[in-house]
């Protein structure tokens, strides 16, 4: 608490003073005009008579994000570390209170209706892991070679990623379990335990998609692991989970080095479903070819480079374990999201971030940014005081 | 607590690696990434971008009509009439068993079809095609097609498709000629032939709809639709229209072909007869009776009336006995006999031999028909008064000399026994007796005795195992009346456009050609000019007053059995240069004279535009 105090009253004296990572923030509103593009062409005949139904929802999404951004990146994100069991319970609740309220989306129960946004509990979830689960890890950063560290931490991160993917949201409870190994791995977790959580890993998948299912136990609904497996051959049920894979691939590949434009047929005729929200980027593809998807790429990299720095650079341990965190959470959903779109990935419904249509991702990826703002601005602040 | 925990250098190589190791796993993931973009866009994107094409694309066709067929002289002899069919398709099919019968009832009631009767029909054609529609009925009203159309919502899966079915405006005239209409087969579909017709488009399966399909089929138009996922039309791309099949001229001569015909009709009603251009082989008529009326086959024919029309005891009128007719030709076949015992050195057209009545073979004895002597007498006249006992002496020396094969070995140059080539696809090439042929029958224990000199005399009058039919006597006629070409008939003349203008003329076949000293053959037909008009002659009383100079050689063949004979006649006309043969056999005419002589009359009246006020009754000497 002595230690917060001066930082307290830094903050109190200029908030203007606070400077923010600029390459971070181009990146993301960069991601977020390509975003509103991609939103706005190619859902401008889904609604009938309403061609901006989407791209304004997402526009708002968008200014509402940067908002929430800016605000959090001038609060202090250290003292979050002293809320942690509220951050948990609050995360663990709301899960728990789309289960008792959430409405169903297509057979899954993922979201609560507030107003007019539907409220997917465990997008949120994902920060709140990563400040929650950052914060345990900097309780026991002496015991940190024990076992028992490892497991309490997994065991914390598997409660949460169990709820979601009984939702079933397969796709949000991986992303839990990226960020936990992430925050580990930052942390300096040996090199032995990850090992061991590899094997652990390989059974489990074996366990869930080969043993249960031959032993009569539903672990994963069939049309999960079909979706998971159907990435290896897509031909093999082109009607089914292979058609969406193979339009995708129609998608990106009729795009050529320059795209379609107006002539993307495959998601102005509907051929491409979800092209506004997980598939999005088979419409930069399909749109604006190589060219767009190599660009929107380099904005992701631009993204992930920073956050890499900005955790390198936190004054503290707890702001590399979460920068760390929301790195991973980034970085995994980037790349299983556009893997999944160019078929070399199962298909999981990870969103991309900033990317794809739907508020709880938008907000809760520009709060997380917020948050990496918030170490960048509290390094840069230090390293100032310390200049002086 | 927390403070101690918190502190730290600010980057550790131990956290420094960590971190290196991070930004590593997200290079090796950009450079996958790119990587597989720059394979998907870049090396593949014509590829998916052709897939995208295809996604978005739907052809809606629309068939082409068929081209008509017509006789020499334009005459039309098949052409199409629109028509509704109520088809099926299986992509809009209820899949649930219990819908798709509540369909059939529905369809059943609406069409007079028992729902059972349908499902046996229609499961079966979409199990064996699954992505082409299903026919329920063709040749459906206005009325109810409109009907189905305005009441969509209870017929799912059900629609009307505009089909062009086969119109054949003369009815049985002809019918054996034309063939049938039928959609693509599983094993069509794999011929490169069929390479641009699609599944379920009808193409020619038999007759000469088979043999010209490639000119007769026309080329499917199709409207090419924009559509979304859903298979909603989007917009119209672009429109082709179908093109109409090729005008097929046939050699036939309406006139002809009726009169030949009705001539049929009016005899025992079971025959053939077979009219050629003695130089071009053009045939100008070739019928076969029974005949039906093709028009029950372009509505897709019900199982009763294609029984039916197989059947033996209706006389089965689909067989062409024109050409798959097999039958014994009797005296007719002596234009053979004397041919063989010419050119094999037999006999000189002057040889002499005796006739007294009867011929004897071993222990058989042959007698002439009538059993009347006609004394000594040459070639000529053994023609002309058509004397058995002459050609047995003929048939028999032949079978003893040499290798005793020389009249199966003339009668074979001449055509006997083998198809002739006509562009029909279902000839016959019936049988030409012979000792190798009896004797592997005999092997094998099929027949009770091995070949006998009686087996050639048989033969020498066109009696016994041989089995030939009217189209192979008329080329065995012409070939000796043009000079010695043995022609392949043919019914295809050319190929046209819709308004008759020459595209193609359709190739002349080559014709096989036999060395037959010229006196040989004007020996032959001098008898054959004598038959025909000679005082005696066995067909004289028949042609007499005829306007047109002919040759003709009658033909009595015995069945057997207590059956009644079968009647021939072939003749040359004008003489004394024949321009066209003229071949008929009735089944169960008798005398060549009485039945098949006054057909073939008729049938040269109509080839040469002769009035007869009255029909000519049969009648003259037997042969």
């Known amino acids: ?388 | 607590m927390y403070l101690d925990n918190d502190r730290r250098p600010t980057l550790t190589p131990q956290l420094a690696v960590r971190v290196a190791l991070i930004g590593g796993i997200a290079l090796v993931a950009f450079a996958v990434i790119f990587f597989r973009l720059w394979y998907l866009q870049v090396l593949s994107g014509d590829r998916y971008l052709a897939e995208a094409r295809d996604n978005r694309v739907r052809e809606i066709k629309v068939q082409a009509a068929r081209g008509e067929i017509v006789d020499r002289d334009g005459r039309t002899l098949v052409d199409n009439r629109p028509s509704n069919a109520v088809v099926l398709s299986p992509d809009r099919l209820p899949a649930d068993l219990d819908d798709r019968r509540t369909l059939y009832r529905r369809l059943g009631k609406l069409l007079d079809i028992k729902p059972g009767a349908l499902a046996r029909d229609v499961e079966p054609q979409l199990a064996a095609l699954p992505y082409s529609t299903a026919t329920v009925k063709q040749d459906v009203s206005n009325q109810l097609a409109w009907y189905l159309l305005e009441h969509r919502d209870q017929f799912r899966g059900a629609d009307v498709e505009r089909v062009f079915l086969r119109s054949y405006p003369h009815h049985d005239i002809g019918a054996h000629l034309f063939g049938t209409v039928g959609e693509l087969n599983a094993k069509q579909e794999k011929d490169p032939r069929y390479r641009d017709v699609d599944l379920g488009d009808r193409v020619g399966q038999t007759g000469i709809e088979l043999q010209y399909d490639r000119y007769l089929r026309g080329r499917n138009g199709a409207s090419r639709l924009q559509v979304d996922a859903m298979g909603n039309l989007n917009r119209r791309l672009n429109k082709r229209d179908p093109k109409q099949g090729r005008q097929l001229r046939l050699s036939v001569d309406l006139d002809v072909q009726e009169a030949g015909q009705e001539a049929l009709a009016g005899g025992t009603g079971r025959g053939a007869f077979a009219v050629m251009d003695v130089k071009s082989g053009e045939v100008l008529g070739l019928g076969s009776q029974p005949s039906f009326d093709p028009n029950i086959f372009s509505k897709g024919i019900k199982q009763r009336d294609y029984a039916r029309l197989l059947d033996e005891d209706n006389g089965a009128p689909l067989t062409n006995r024109a050409i798959q007719g097999g039958y014994p030709t009797g005296s007719t076949f002596k234009l053979v006999t004397a041919t063989a015992a010419l050119e094999s050195g037999v006999i000189t057209p002057d040889t002499p031999l005796f006739d007294p009545g009867s011929y004897t073979v071993g222990d058989t004895v042959f007698e002439n028909a009538g059993k009347v002597a006609h004394g000594t007498l040459a070639l000529r006249q053994a023609l002309t008064v058509s004397s058995d006992v002459f050609f047995y002496q003929l048939g028999d020396q032949m079978n003893s000399n040499g290798d005793g094969l020389a009249l199966q070995h003339w009668a074979r140059r001449l055509g006997i026994g083998r198809n002739t080539g006509i562009d029909l696809p279902e000839e016959q090439p019936g049988l030409l007796p012979t000792p190798k042929w009896r004797n592997a029958l005999f092997k094998a224990g099929d027949t009770d005795r091995v070949w006998t000199p009686g087996d050639n005399v048989n033969l020498s009058v066109g009696q016994g195992d041989l089995k030939a039919d009217p189209l192979q006597m008329a080329v065995a006629y012409a070939a000796i009346a043009n000079g010695g070409r043995v022609l392949r008939p043919r019914l295809g003349q050319r190929i046209e456009d819709s308004s008759g203008r020459a595209i193609q003329q359709l190739e002349a076949p080559t014709a096989r050609r036999l060395k037959i000293p010229a006196a040989d053959r004007q020996a032959i037909l001098d008898g054959l000019r004598g038959a025909a008009s000679a005082p005696g002659g066995t067909s004289t009383s028949v042609f007499q007053d005829f306007p047109i100079q002919i040759a003709g050689k009658t033909g009595t063949a015995e069945k057997g059995e207590g059956r009644a004979d079968q009647s021939w006649y072939v003749a040359l006309a004008p003489w004394p240069e024949p321009k066209y043969v003229v071949a008929v056999t009735d089944e169960a005419g008798g005398f060549g004279a009485d039945t098949a002589a006054p057909m073939a009359r008729r049938i040269l009246a109509a080839l040469f535009n002769v009035k007869e006020n009255k029909l000519v009754e049969g009648g003259g000497p037997s042969d």
């Open chain 1, 1 to 388: 608490m002595a230690a917060s105090t001066p930082v307290t009253d830094f903050r109190d004296r200029g908030v203007r003073l606070l400077p923010l990572d600029p390459l971070l923030l181009l990146a993301a509103l960069g991601l977020t005009a390509a975003s509103l593009y991609i939103v706005g062409t190619a859902t401008q005949d889904d609604i009938p008579g309403d061609p901006n139904y989407y791209v304004t929802r997402q526009a708002l999404y968008a200014g509402v994000g940067i908002l929430l951004m800016l605000i959090i990146s001038r609060f202090d994100y250290s003292r979050l570390r002293e809320w942690k069991i509220g951050i948990y319970g609050t995360m663990i609740g709301a899960i728990l209170l789309v289960y008792a309220l959430g409405f169903s989306a297509r057979g899954s129960k993922r979201a609560i209706e507030i107003g007019f946004f539907n409220f997917q509990a465990s997008e949120l979830g994902k920060l709140l892991l990563v400040l929650s689960l950052s914060a345990f890890v900097v309780d026991r950063m002496r015991r940190l070679g024990d076992r028992e560290t490892t497991s309490r931490i997994m065991l914390l991160t598997l409660i949460p990623a169990m709820l979601v993917i009984g939702q079933p949201d397969l796709g949000s409870g991986l992303v839990y379990l990226a960020i936990a190994l992430a925050v580990l791995f930052v942390a300096g977790t040996k090199w032995t335990h990850f090992a061991a959580l590899g094997v652990i890993a390989v059974a489990a998948v074996a366990i869930v998609l080969v043993a249960a299912p031959a032993a009569g136990v539903e672990v994963l609904k069939p049309y999960q692991v079909d979706r998971l497996t159907a990435f290896l051959n897509p031909t093999n049920n082109p009607k089914k989970e292979g058609y969406q894979i193979n339009q995708s691939l129609t998608a990106i590949g009729s795009g050529g080095k320059t795209g379609r434009g107006d002539q993307a047929t495959q998601t102005r005729l509907d051929f491409l479903p979800e092209h506004h929200t997980d598939f999005i980027f088979s419409v930069v593809g399909e749109e604006l070819g190589f060219v767009g998807a190599a660009l929107v790429l380099s904005l992701f990299a631009l993204l992930i480079w920073r956050a890499l720095r900005i955790l390198t650079m936190s004054k503290n341990l707890y702001g590399a374990l979460i920068a760390g965190g929301i790195t991973a959470m980034l970085m995994f959903q980037v790349f299983v999201n556009v893997g999944m779109t160019i078929g070399i990935m199962p298909i999981t419904g990870v969103p991309l971030p900033l990317m794809s249509y739907g508020g709880s991702s938008v907000l809760v990826t520009f709060m997380a940014l917020g948050v990496m703002q918030s170490i960048y601005a509290r390094a840069r602040e230090t390293a100032t005081v310390k200049g002086l």
